[in-house]
C-alpha cells in the first residue's frame, strides 16, 4: 500500500489549519481526514511550496508528512464518485470535476466534460450530499468576461440563489456571484499581500471588486485603502463588507474607472494592487501616476502562459521600461486559469520618479 501525503496538525488548531489547507485549494478531497491521538491528518494533492508553509504555518503547528494513513485511502463512502455510483455511467465518472470553488456556502463548478455535462443535475446533487453545509450548486456557463469580469452561471441543485457570505482569514466578504467578480483561490494571495503591508501605508486597490484585498489590509493595519471599481454592484457590496468586518485601518470605495481616477490621485500611493489580469499592464502608466513620487510597491497580476514566471517578466519588463526604475522582487504562480495558461503575480519595488 502507499504512503499517503499529508498535514499533521495538532487537534486545537485543526479547523484553523483545515480552513487554510482547504483556501489554497490542497486538500485531497478523494481521501478522508484521519484524527489519531493529540493529531489530525489531513490528506493533500500535492506538496505546498515554501509561501504556502509560511501561511499555514501562521495557523498552527504543522508538518507535511508521507505516511500510511490507515482508512484515508480507501474510497470513502462520501466520495463523489461513491454517491454517484448508479446514477452515471462509468464512462462519464471519470470526468466529473475533481475542483470546484467554495464561495460561502455556494459551491461553483468551473467546467463540465460534454459527457459529464448531460449528468450535470445528478453531479450538482451528490455535490450537496458530500458537503452539507453547501446549499445550492451552480455552473459557469462562459469565460469570466465583460469589463466587470462577471462568470455566466448556471443553476444546477439547491436554493435558487447567488448571494453568499464568505469567510477567508478573518474577514466576511457578501458577494452576489451574479453582479460582481469574486474568487476564494485568490483567499492565500490576498493574505499574503496584507501581510507585507505595514501601519501608517496608503495604498490603492485599483480593481477592488467587493473589497477582499482592501478589506483584509485595513483589518490588519492601521493602513488607508482606496478601493476603486467601476462596477458600482461591486462597490454597493464593498459598502456593505466593510460595515460587517471590524477593521484597524480605512476604506474608502470609490466608483469609478480607475484609468480617470489617476489623473486626479497623483502622488497618493506607497502601494498599489492591481489585480485585473487581462489588462493591468495596459494601467501601469496609471499606477505610476498613483504611486508616491518617492516610489513604492506594485503587485501586478497578469495572464501568462508556459513557463507562466519567464513569460509574465518578460512582458511586465517591455511594459514597465518606459515609467522608470523599479526592481521585481518576487513572483508566483497564483492559479491556473485553462490548459497552458496562469495568473501570475509580481511584487515590484518602484525607484522615485
Ligand atoms: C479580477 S476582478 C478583481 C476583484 C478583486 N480584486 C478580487 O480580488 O476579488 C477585476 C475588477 O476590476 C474592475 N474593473 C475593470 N475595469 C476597471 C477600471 N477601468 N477601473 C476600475 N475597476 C475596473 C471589475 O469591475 C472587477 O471587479
Redesign the pocket.
Known sequence: MEDDLCIRSRRESGERVKHAIVSLGLLDRAKRIVLQGDFIYFPITRLPDQNEIGALSKTGEVTVELKRLPGASLPSPKSLNALLSGKVPQSALKSIPRSYDIVGDIIVIERLSSEAHEYRREIAEALLVLHRHAKTVLLKTGK?DG???IPLLEHLAGEDRRETVHSEYGIRLMVDLSK????PR?GYE?SRVASLVSDGETVV?????????AIMIARRHRSMVYA????PE?VRMMRYNLRINRLKGEVYPIC??????SSKMQNTADRI?M???A?SLT?LPAARKFMKRSGGFAHV?LFSGPPPIDSAVNKFVESALPLGGFEIISSRVVKPTAPREWIVSLDVRFAPS
Open positions: 469570466v469589463p466587470y469580469r460582481a467578480y469574486f474568487s485568490l490576498r486597490d485599483m480593481f477592488a471588486g467587493v473589497g477582499p484585498f476603486i471599481d467601476i462596477n461591486a469609478n474607472d480607475a484609468l480617470e481616477l494592487i489585480n485585473l489580469p489588462q494601467f497580476y
